[in-house]
């Protein structure tokens, strides 16, 4: 599975839109991106994944760039609850590969 | 979306004792489950992938004499720590997919081990 960067942390307040960004310059045709996030002491939970257009559901929207070396997670109006570790993962969706996780990106959303 | 159950949430043993962690998919089956450890303030560390009918295998460095799993049924897997050690003690996460569909995968609620 390609490598990705995120950065360590952001901050973010409250009812604005948080973005995050991953690279994953190795990626390879046939990779998907996956977003989770982690709250404090409990599993991490699935937020969005895409191949290479921009997706949308009722959590975050996730924007590939052309080359799909990097990619931004958008929560569009983050709240507290939004406090979390978030992990991007670059993998091949058949049903027995792995997810290896990097460091994520601890998002801290303020008052 | 789908559910995966762990059991217990939390447990607490002692040193040279063993514990059972318990991961169940409860609306669909899962072929292969994926057993994760997590140490504070760090990622989650894939340990092994469990294979329903078949042997697991293990991550490079994990021991599979010290972390026994079991899968003996589509929506049933369990990782059995064996002569428990304080240095034992993490979170500890399960993961499944659903069975012939290529989505995401979904997580167990994870298992705090303390070892005293």
């Known amino acids: 599975d390609a490598k990705t960067t995120q950065p360590t942390s952001m901050d973010c307040a409250e009812g604005r839109a948080a973005n995050l960004p991953c690279n994953h310059s190795t990626i390879s045709g046939n990779e998907y991106v996956y977003w989770y996030r982690q709250i404090h002491s409990q599993g991490p939970q699935y937020i969005i994944h895409?191949?290479?257009n921009n997706e949308t559901n009722e959590m975050a929207s996730l924007i590939i760039t052309e080359d799909r070396k990097s990619s931004t997670l958008i929560l569009p109006h983050a709240t507290l609850r939004d406090t979390a570790v978030y992990y991007c993962?670059?993998?091949?969706?058949?049903?027995?590969?792995?997810?290896?996780f990097g460091s994520g990106t601890k998002l801290n959303v303020k008052p | 979306g789908a559910v995966v159950s762990q059991h217990p949430s939390r447990v607490i043993c002692k040193s040279g004792t063993s514990v059972k962690i318990e991961c169940r998919s409860l609306?669909?089956?899962?072929?292969?489950m994926f057993w994760y450890r997590q140490f504070p303030k760090q990622s989650l560390m894939l340990m092994a992938t469990s294979n329903e009918g078949s042997k697991a295998t293990y991550e490079q460095g994990v021991e599979k004499d010290k972390f026994l799993i079991n899968h003996a049924s589509l929506t049933l897997s369990t990782l059995t720590v064996t002569s428990a050690h304080p240095e034992d003690s993490s979170f500890y996460i399960c993961?499944?997919?659903?069975?012939?569909?290529?989505?995401?995968?979904?997580f167990g609620q994870g298992t705090r081990l303390t070892v005293v």
């Open positions: 895409g191949l290479k």
């Open positions: 993962i670059v993998r091949v969706p058949y049903n027995f590969n792995k997810f290896y």
């Open positions: 609306d669909f089956q899962a072929t292969t």
């Open positions: 993961s499944a997919r659903d069975f012939g569909k290529n989505t995401e995968a979904f």
